[in-house]
T-cell receptor, first 112, second 116 residues
């Protein structure tokens, strides 16, 4: 099976930088995705790393290292509206195309 | 475009009752999915479909059935609801491999189901 580990909670203050880690145990996968979910809302796609390295999208960046079985989501210049849950997800090789496995999520709380 | 819509938004059932959750998408996506989300458990795949007329089981399919009679609709059925099925249900859709990255899934707003 697939195993994705994330911290359950992270807290930070406005304007700070926070890193949410995702470690995984899977034999191979196409890429690592990140989703954001606000309380009571739907998950929304944030980023995707098909290759090792850093992908940047505005204040958010995502990193993947296949050799270390590790990825992270980096949020800079934190704002109150960034308080949400963040999920990493993988699409394993050999699985039915399109099927994602999600981590249990990290609850980010941003304080003023 | 409405994206992915789900009905109903909220429902209370008694044990043993049945119901159908409806998901509709207007993005012409081939692939559609049903997830359930429970506290601390993340998103778990119930069933999915890779095209009209096709369905397949996910991680937690027991107690649920699905149908994809039209490309834009994906129905999730509970034949005999149980308290363990109290959850938030999300529908999602994505492109097929020929059309775009499948890691990008578009989610509906969710259906909150309480089974007493």
């Amino acid at each position: 099976g697939q195993s994705l580990e994330q911290p359950s909670e992270v807290t930070a203050v406005e304007g700070a930088i926070v890193q949410i880690n995702c470690t995984y145990q899977t034999s191979g996968f196409y890429g690592l995705s990140w989703y954001q979910q606000h309380d009571g809302g739907a998950p929304t796609f944030l980023s995707y790393n098909a290759l090792d390295g850093l992908e940047e999208t505005g204040r958010f960046s995502s990193f993947l290292s296949r050799s270390d079985s590790y990825g992270y989501l980096l949020l800079q210049e934190l704002q109150m509206k960034d308080s949400a849950s963040y999920f990493c997800a993988v699409r394993p090789r050999g699985s039915t195309l399109g099927r994602l496995y999600f981590g249990r999520g990290t609850q980010l709380t941003v304080w003023p | 475009n409405a994206g992915v819509t789900q009905t109903p938004k909220f429902r209370v059932l008694k044990t043993g009752q049945s119901m159908t959750l409806l998901c509709a998408q207007d993005m012409n996506h081939e692939y559609m999915y049903w997830y359930r989300q429970d506290p601390g458990m993340g998103l778990r795949l119930i069933h999915y479909s890779v095209g009209e007329g096709t369905t397949a089981k996910g991680e937690v399919p027991d107690g649920y059935n699905v149908s994809r009679l039209k490309k834009q609709n994906f129905l999730l059925g509970l034949e005999s609801a149980a308290p363990s099925q109290t959850s938030v249900y999300f529908c999602a859709s994505s492109y097929s491999p020929l059309e775009g990255p499948q890691e990008t899934q578009y989610f509906g707003p969710g259906t909150r189901l309480l089974v007493l």
